[in-house]
Nanobody, 124 residues
Framework: QVQLIESGGGLVQAGDSLRLSCKAS????????VGWFRQSPGKGREFVAG????????KYAPAVEDRFAISRDNSENTVSLQMNSLKTADTAVYYC?????????????????WGKGTQVTVSS
């Protein structure tokens, strides 16, 4: 199994940038794709971005595709989410999750491991 820990959340102003990290441990020798999700109060969890194990494929939610960038460093077992031009609507708890059956090239689809989340608050 893979364990995930998110970090990098905080309180920022609208227009600022923030970089989240998702550190994996455990069975990291098995290729795994990773997705970022977020959940704000009163709303369901929504997909933000995903990346394949080899980093060659990525996907974004329309609301963030021109502002956020997902990347990974497999030597550090870390997946990052660079968030630019933040809006108050981006305020949420951000989670990373791993698909352990995606192989090396596919985007994540079935998420079997989840982190506990990191809070991002964007003030106006």
């Amino acid at each position: 199994q893979v364990q995930l820990i998110e970090s990098g959340g905080g309180l920022v102003q609208a227009g600022d940038s923030l970089r989240l990290s998702c550190k994996a441990s455990g069975r990291t020798s098995t290729p795994y794709a990773v997705g970022w999700f977020r959940q704000s109060p009163g709303k369901g969890r929504e997909f933000v971005a995903g990346i394949s194990w080899n980093g060659g494929n990525s996907k974004y939610a329309p609301a963030v595709e021109d502002r956020f960038a997902i990347s990974r460093d497999n030597s550090e077992n870390t997946v990052s989410l660079q968030m630019n031009s933040l809006k108050t609507a981006d305020t949420a708890v951000y989670y990373c999750a791993a698909d352990l059956s995606a192989g090396k090239y596919a985007l994540p689809f079935e998420y079997r491991a989840w982190g506990k989340g990191t809070q991002v608050t964007v003030s106006s």
